[in-house]
């Protein structure tokens, strides 16, 4: 299946459902409701609301993080005249090897907000003709688009929205 037909099987976001010119507003605005939801949930955001998931604090930092890596993936394959391979994120590695043991609420939501808007102003950088560039992203078989890295941050905040919410749900219920 091409990474454009792909739909998500938890939150059944579709890639090919999302142009380039709306990412960089679909970014912020996910993001300003993550930042929104980790305040509402106040001294339990850094708490693991159930085994296997992450804190409310750390699918913040997560997004933060993810923005980072697919900003440099998008210069990156703007850049490169050849088909260029992505580094890994070590997404678990990060949360496992304690990364983002010292991050607070403060400042997750005031990196989240910068790196929103970052990435927001460099996809809108793009220059005409590249959002077709592709790169070989990690643990898949088809390259992937410039337009594809943009839907890409879109699912992550919007999908990852879904859990902090769902950890605020939890420390309600």
């Known amino acids: 299946m091409s990474p454009y037909d792909e ?11 999302v142009s380039l010119a709306e990412v960089p507003d679909r970014v912020r605005g996910a993001a300003e409701e993550i930042i929104a939801t980790l305040s509402a949930m106040g001294p339990r955001v850094g708490e693991r609301m159930a085994p296997g998931r992450w ?6 930092g997560h997004v933060r993080d993810v ?5 440099e993936r998008v210069l990156l394959a703007c850049a490169s005249p050849e088909l260029a391979v992505a580094a890994s994120m070590f997404r678990d590695e990060r949360v496992d090897l304690g990364f983002y043991a010292r991050d607070t609420l403060e400042a997750v939501a005031t ?3 910068a790196l929103a808007a970052l990435f927001g102003r460099t996809v809108a950088s793009v220059p005409v003709g590249l959002e077709g560039r592709t790169l070989l992203f990690p643990g898949r078989d088809e390259p992937v688009s410039v337009t594809w ?20 749900a939890r420390t309600m219920g």
């Open 7 to 17: 739909r998500c099987p938890v939150c059944g976001f579709r890639w090919s459902a």
């Open 111 to 113: 990196e989240l907000r």
């Open 55 to 60: 804190s409310a604090l750390e699918y913040g």
């Open 149 to 168: 890295l943009g839907a890409q941050a879109v699912h992550e905040c919007e999908h990852h929205l879904a859990d902090v919410r769902e950890d605020l």
């Open 67 to 71: 923005l980072v890596s697919l900003r």
